[in-house]
């Protein structure tokens, strides 16, 4: 299971920065995926970075904000978030997948795609 860590408070323009670690178990074998998920809405993927860290994708609307980075000799992936918009407000997971599958459309990641998912961040950003 992977716990997200990490979030907090801030004001819009600020930065914060998320990690996942695995208890347990290793990340090295794993893509990693951060999602997120207001209340009454749907889980929506942010961000995946593939096993090797060789590959990222990005949401459309994180895009050129957030960095996804992995540390797998510390079994640790990270959710460097900067330029944080009060739209970004939501409790973050992360979750692992045997790869990042990126879909078009408007959705570019599927929760159903992934598992381990742990208990999420929060991340509030006021205006």
């Known amino acids: 299971q992977l716990q997200a860590s990490g979030g907090g408070l801030v004001q819009a323009g600020g930065s914060l920065r998320l990690s996942c670690a695995a208890s347990?178990?290793?990340?090295?074998?794993?893509?990693i995926g951060w999602f997120r998920q207001v209340p009454g809405k749907k889980r929506e993927g942010v961000s995946c970075?593939?096993?090797?860290?060789?590959?990222?994708y990005y949401d459309d609307s994180v895009r050129g904000r957030f960095t996804i980075s992995r540390d797998n000799a510390r079994s640790t992936a990270f959710l460097q978030m900067n330029s944080l918009k009060p739209e970004d407000t939501a409790v973050y997971f992360c979750?692992?997948?045997?790869?990042?599958?990126?879909?078009?459309?408007?959705?570019?990641?599927?929760?159903?795609?992934?598992?381990?998912w742990g208990q999420g961040t929060q991340v509030t950003v006021s205006s």
């Open positions: 970075i593939s096993s090797n860290g060789g590959s990222t």
């Open positions: 347990g178990s290793t990340l090295d074998y794993s893509a």
């Open positions: 979750a692992a997948a045997r790869r990042c599958h990126f879909y078009s459309g408007t959705n570019h990641f599927r929760a159903a795609d992934f598992g381990s």
